[in-house]
């Protein structure tokens, strides 16, 4: 058997393709057995063992530049750098972005500080109660 697949290797693929046909010619499953065998050893350069690495190479570098121009316009379009094509709108937008960014840093501000006076009413009720409280010292003895 080793000597047909050197044989045949000295020919080349050619060679290998005639096998495959006379083989499913004279019997299917001797045909189907030399295909399967021309693709799981590499001999048709296209299978899984010889030519795998070159489509994985391929198909990676492809998503890589989609994926990199997905996100460049995501950047873009984060930074307001989008245009609509309209520069009277664009800047309509530009305008009421600064806006709504100053409002919304606006009302962080007025909940820290609202947060802060609950906090401080707390615990000056706190202190409060304390005072008002008779020490625990005073009627145990």
């Known amino acids: 058997m080793t000597q047909v697949v050197q044989t045949l290797d ?22 189907l057995t030399i295909l399967a ?25 492809r998503f890589g530049r989609a994926k990199d121009r997905v996100e460049g316009e995501m950047r873009n379009f984060a930074r307001g750098a989008y245009s609509s094509g309209n520069k009277a709108f664009d800047d309509y937008r530009e305008a009421t972005l600064t806006r709504l960014e100053e409002e919304e840093r ?31 010292s005073e009627g145990a003895v």
């Open 10 to 31: 000295d020919f080349g693929r050619p060679a290998w393709l005639v096998a495959m046909i006379l083989g499913f010619v004279l019997f299917w499953p001797i045909g």
């Open 37 to 61: 065998y021309m693709l799981w050893s590499g001999r048709m350069n296209c299978g899984w063992h010889g030519g795998r690495g070159r489509w994985d190479n391929r198909f990676a570098e």
């Open 106 to 136: 606006e009302f962080r501000s007025f909940l820290e500080r609202l947060r802060q006076a609950k906090d401080k009413s707390e615990f000056d009720q706190f202190m409060s109660d304390r005072r008002d409280r008779p020490a625990a």
